[in-house]
C-alpha cells in the first residue's frame, strides 16, 4: 500500500468511525485533539487501524503517534 493509499485509507475510516469531516483530518493535526479521544476511544482507534492496516500498535508506541503524519509513518513502517 502507498502512503497516498494509507492517507486515504485513514482519512475514509477515521472519519466515519469517529463522526468527523475528512477535511479535518490532515497530516499536522494532533490526532487526541481531531478525533475528541478519551481512553476509551483510544482503544477503539487503536482496534480500527490493526483491523484496517493489519498494524498492531503497541501501548509503547502509542505515545510516540501524536499527529495523522505519525500514523501514516507508522502504518507505512509497519505494513
Do not use: C, G, W
Request: avoid cysteine; proline fraction near 4%; charged fraction near 30%.
Amino acid at each position: 500500500m502507498t502512503r497516498e493509499e494509507i492517507i486515504e485509507k485513514v482519512a475514509d475510516t477515521l472519519s466515519e468511525e469517529f463522526e468527523v469531516e475528512k477535511d479535518v483530518i490532515t497530516p499536522d493535526a494532533v490526532i487526541y485533539d481531531t478525533l475528541e479521544l478519551d481512553s476509551l476511544s483510544l482503544v477503539d482507534l487503536v482496534a480500527v487501524v490493526q483491523y484496517t492496516f493489519k498494524v498492531k500498535i503497541p501501548n509503547t508506541d502509542l505515545p510516540n503517534v501524536k499527529t495523522f503524519n505519525d500514523l501514516y509513518d507508522y502504518i507505512e513502517s509497519h505494513q
